[in-house]
C-alpha cells in the first residue's frame, strides 16, 4: 500500500510539475539548481549533507529510508529560501517549493508504512 501511495504521489508531482512549467513559462532548471549564490547558503548545504552522511556511523540503527525524505525536503527549502532571495525573477523557487512539498510527503508515508 505504502508502494501504491508513493507511486500516486510521483504521478502527481510531475503532472504540477508539467502545469507550472506551463502556466508560469519557466525554463527547465536543469542541473545549474546546485549553483549557489552565496557563500552561506552553500555552506549550510555542505555542512548538512556532511551531517546526514555521517548519521548511519553515529546512529547505527537509523531508517535512512524515512530521513532520506526528509532531508531531501530540507535542502530544497533551502534551495527555495536562496533562489527566492537571490533569483526571485527567475521563479525557479517554485520548482524547489514543490520537491521540497512532495519529498515531505514521501517522508511521512515511508514513516507511516515502513516504520
Same mark, same amino acid.
Given at each position: 500500500? #505504502?508502494?501504491?501511495?508513493?507511486?500516486? +504521489?510521483?504521478? @502527481?508531482?510531475?503532472?504540477? /510539475?508539467?502545469? *507550472?512549467?506551463?502556466? &508560469?513559462?519557466?525554463?527547465?532548471?536543469?542541473?545549474?539548481?546546485?549553483?549557489?549564490?552565496?557563500?552561506?547558503?552553500?555552506?549550510?548545504?555542505?555542512? #548538512?549533507?556532511?551531517?546526514?552522511?555521517? +548519521?548511519?556511523? @553515529?546512529?547505527?540503527?537509523? /531508517?535512512?529510508? *524515512?530521513?532520506?525524505? &526528509?532531508?531531501?525536503?530540507?535542502?530544497?527549502?533551502?534551495?527555495?529560501?536562496?533562489?527566492?532571495?537571490?533569483?526571485?525573477?527567475?521563479?525557479?523557487?517554485?520548482?524547489?517549493?514543490?520537491?521540497?512539498?512532495?519529498?515531505?510527503?514521501?517522508?511521512?508515508?515511508?514513516? *507511516?508504512?515502513?516504520?
Amino acid at each position: 500500500m #505504502g508502494y501504491l501511495i508513493i507511486s500516486v +504521489i510521483i504521478i @502527481i508531482y510531475i503532472f504540477i /510539475n508539467r502545469a *507550472i512549467k506551463k502556466r &508560469l513559462t519557466i525554463s527547465r532548471r536543469g542541473f545549474r539548481w546546485i549553483q549557489h549564490e552565496n557563500k552561506l547558503f552553500a555552506t549550510i548545504f555542505y555542512c #548538512g549533507i556532511i551531517v546526514y552522511l555521517s +548519521i548511519p556511523f @553515529i546512529f547505527p540503527n537509523a /531508517n535512512l529510508f *524515512i530521513l532520506m525524505p &526528509l532531508a531531501f525536503a530540507l535542502f530544497d527549502v533551502l534551495t527555495s529560501v536562496e533562489q527566492f532571495l537571490y533569483k526571485k525573477e527567475e521563479k525557479v523557487y517554485y520548482y524547489s517549493l514543490l520537491d521540497a512539498f512532495t519529498w515531505l510527503n514521501i517522508g511521512i508515508v515511508a514513516f *507511516i508504512f515502513f516504520s
